[in-house]
């Protein structure tokens, strides 16, 4: 998404939900920062996975050394297995999700060429087949990766807290209640969620 669709986004955001408004007014411009749709940004949302910024910056580092020359690909994850992997400071479950995602990567069972072309629902259905890619690292590279407008990541506990906070919620709102309050927000909801987690101060590292 471009400056200037982010900003269209905003101005659609600020007229139809009064209360986001006044996120916007405090937070300024959306600056969303984008990756490339492509394996090593699956691989490096898996080492993010249930990390804080740092600790997962400095585990990443450690293991894109060591993939060596060829990068972060298939065939280096694969090389490494799970002594590789371990010894870069990646935990034995990630290793497994790693790897699993290189033999589907592989055999061409999860092309990222393919992912541009597919609706955001078979996205999920596609990258979710890979053990430890659940809907919420399939949300996130929709959006991040794939740049598509129009995610709403219900599974999302800064977006939830946000959501619960802004509209003085009892509890976290569950899925339905996400969708009917995100209605009017559409198709925006990508850009309403990065509002969200900055009036948390948490947003993802990618949107940072």
Known sequence: MSPQTLRKAASHLKRCDPRLAAVIGRVGPCRMRFAE????????CIVYQQLNGKAAASIHARFVAACGKPGVTPSSVLRLDVDGLRAAGISNQKASYMLDLAAHTASKRVDFRRLPDLADSDVIAHLTQVKGVGVWTAHMFLMFSLRRPDILPVGDYG?????????????????????????PWSPWRSVASWYLWRSLESAPSRSE
């Open 37 to 44: 749709p492509d394996f090593q940004e699956l691989v490096r």
């Open 159 to 183: 977006v939830r807290a946000a959501v619960q906070k802004l509209y003085a919620l009892s509890e976290l709102p569950k899925p339905p209640e996400m969708e009917r309050i995100a209605a």
